[in-house]
């Protein structure tokens, strides 16, 4: 291994750890800046998304309704903002369920609730 690779493997992981102690500091604007950082060079990484939804003041392993909607709020914003990312999609598919399962598979629905007229 070449000392340029060595080197970017070193960075990337002072990254990592820079990210990690400014989230549990609490330095929430900080962390958000550095998760997103780091999400931009690789949107996939299940890791990355999941602490930049921590940042940003939800959590992705949360057990209530209300916890689960506002994670995936953050995590359709990370959608919008990574369109590539097939990591963010998995994850909201995850998360969803009942009626968020339809926007979760079809974020641009052109219908606001299609099951409305069956309820």
């Known amino acids: 291994m070449g000392l340029s690779m060595v080197l970017t493997e070193r960075w990337g992981l002072c990254r990592v750890v820079a990210a990690r102690l400014l989230l549990r500091l609490g330095r929430t604007e900080a962390?958000?800046?550095?998760?997103?950082?780091?999400?931009?060079?690789n949107s996939e990484s299940y890791e990355y998304i999941k602490q930049s939804v921590l940042a940003k003041g939800a959590d992705v392993e949360a057990t209530t309704p209300e916890g689960k909607l506002a994670a995936l709020a953050v995590l359709d914003q990370l959608a919008e903002k990574h369109s590539r990312s097939q990591g963010i999609r998995r994850l909201a598919l995850e998360l969803a369920e009942g009626r968020s399962i339809l926007h979760a598979l079809f974020p641009m629905c052109l219908i606001a609730d299609p099951l409305s007229k069956y309820s």
Request: glycine fraction near 0%; avoid cysteine; charge should be negative.
């Open 31 to 41: 962390a958000d800046w550095a998760w997103e950082l780091l999400l931009a060079s």
